[in-house]
């Protein structure tokens, strides 16, 4: 174990549906990330919280909704989504030491196909 | 944008042979850490190496970097079937996050 719980661990869903994943972790951290991983592709990252503000959003659609209630908890609502979004969903977090590039505890993903 | 480059994308070896595993990457970086990934599962972090490294050495893993090539690599001695899985590179080009390659697949069978 990680650390960090995500939750579902599968979902599927249709295009108009509207669902959440919810990550939280048990570490203390107090950065939070949401990475996305497609077949044959790099991990993408999609946001970062830092101390529960938003400091990264990577170009990413406005189908995907962060919030980060607190330093433990992050969700991603996801909205109208398209059969191109089916990945695995990675949450991680770290420490937040101010080092640049700081070591990443993952979950275990939500794995999300959108029919 | 993508900040490590693996190569080779995949690697098939038997158990007890040494796995090499190289990384490339495009711009200047505080760290570079290397990561582990079961089919399906989160990434676990394995090893980190400071810009002022050159090696470092962790139970059988051992990474290199060279800062002058913009490269490094890992290699894990003495695989194991345990060691299946793939293998991720990563450094902070800006920031604090990690930017990532796709992977080097390892297989190790018996």
């Known amino acids: 174990e990680t650390g960090v719980t995500q939750t579902p661990r599968h979902l599927v869903m249709g295009m108009t549906n509207k669902k959440s994943l919810k990550c939280e972790q048990h570490?203390?951290?107090?950065?939070m990330y949401w990475y996305k991983q497609s077949a044959k592709k790099p991990l993408e990252l999609m946001f970062v919280y830092n101390f529960k503000e938003q400091t990264e959003n990577n170009s990413v659609p406005s189908r995907f909704s962060p919030e980060c209630p607190n330093s433990s908890h992050l969700f991603l609502h996801l909205h109208t989504l398209q059969p191109e979004d089916s990945a695995l969903y990675l949450c991680a977090s770290s420490q937040r030491t101010g080092e640049i590039g700081e070591k990443l505890f993952f979950g275990s993903g939500t794995q999300l196909s959108v029919l | 944008s993508q900040q490590g480059e693996e190569d080779p994308q995949a690697l098939s070896i038997q158990e007890g042979e040494n796995a090499t595993m190289n990384c490339s990457y495009k711009?200047?970086?505080?760290?570079l850490q290397w990561y582990r990934q079961n089919s399906g599962r989160g990434l676990v972090h394995l090893i980190l190496i400071r810009s002022n490294e050159r090696e470092k050495h962790s139970g059988r893993l051992r990474v290199t970097l060279d800062t002058s090539k913009k490269s490094s690599s890992l290699l894990i001695t003495a695989s194991r079937a345990a060691d299946t899985a793939s293998y991720f590179c990563?450094?902070?080009?800006?920031?604090?996050?990690?930017?990532f390659g796709k992977g080097t697949s390892l297989l190790v069978t018996p």
């Open positions: 711009t200047s970086i505080n760290n």
């Open positions: 570490l203390g951290h107090n950065a």
């Open positions: 990563a450094g902070a080009l800006s920031g604090y996050a990690l930017n």
